[in-house]
């Protein structure tokens, strides 16, 4: 009667050693976990089933002791355009999660959610229309790239954390995410072909500065002035674009990386002269590199793009003051491309 249920522990995103303690604490021989480990990340076995050099007992009493993640496509998406693909996952919980596989010149890249939903609630965003539901754990971030990389049949080489949600705001799970990923006994990706995007949580930012990583950190900026941030940024009314700027500069002084800034180009709202001269101010000391990107137009928004000519004035200024951009080619227009906007046409 009085027996204890234990819980099942989520086995992919446990790191070796966390899995080798826990395999170890119930005798068994370190070199399984590493057996183990090396089917989920390496082979991205799909459940303990796979596991073939694992007795049928040894399977059976796992799936009893472990959860194992496993994503299920439940659309995908190919642009006819580019050949991007957009997957909608769903989650063990029935949450919905998307991804997005790019192909480029120097490899393949994957765009990941951090979170369902998001809390930070910026006005161009579809991903923030419902709010927060809650964090991925790593294992649910991890298995986006090992669905993709299955579904797609080709190796991923970069992974950007830019889908829905904000990394930072689920920052311990990230932070394992990222070791567990460029893990000599996982993927095995360079942590200079990561990148994380956030809208800008200081405390986290400087926290993640003194982890010392290798990743690029993108700064989603989108507007110069605080004011003007406001309108579109719910954070801004919490951190400065003076604040974050000497963030920016901890961040490099710490890591050595230069940060990416991110500016969304919205007509009539952020793309004047002024503006792009402004962001030239503000991006030289840091010696960063921008992304402009031209907002996607959201059906339940009303922010349209400036057209080619406004967009191309913009970027000469930057370009006559020396500052290192490019406009964000557009990925996937023809399929759902703004973040978030697949898992809400699909709900
Ligand atoms: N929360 C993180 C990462 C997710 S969003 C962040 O804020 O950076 C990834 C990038 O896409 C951010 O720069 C975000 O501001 C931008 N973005 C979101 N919706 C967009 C839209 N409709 N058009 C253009 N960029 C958008």
New binding site residues.
Partial sequence: MEKEIRKRIDVKSMTLPELEEELVSTGEKPFRARQMYEWMHVKLARGFDEMTNLSKALREEYKGRFTYTALRAVRVQESKIDGTKKFLFELSDGNLVESVWMQYKYGNSVCISSQVG?R?G?A????ALGGLERNLTPGEMLDQIYAVTLLTGERVSNVV???????LDNYDNLLKFIRMLTDQHGLNISQRNVTV???GLVPQMKQLAREKLQITL?L?L?AVTDEKRMQLMPIARRYSIDELMETCAYYFQETGRRITL?Y?LVSGVNDSQRDAEKLCRLARPLHCHINL?P??P?TERD?VQPDLSGIRAFQNILEKNKINGSIRREMGRDIDG??GQLRRRYM
């Fill in positions: 998001c930070m910026c161009f965003c579809a991903s954390v830019m889908g829905t949600g904000e990394p995007s956030t809208c993108a989603s989108h991110e969304s990107i907002v996607n959201v922010f703004a973040c």
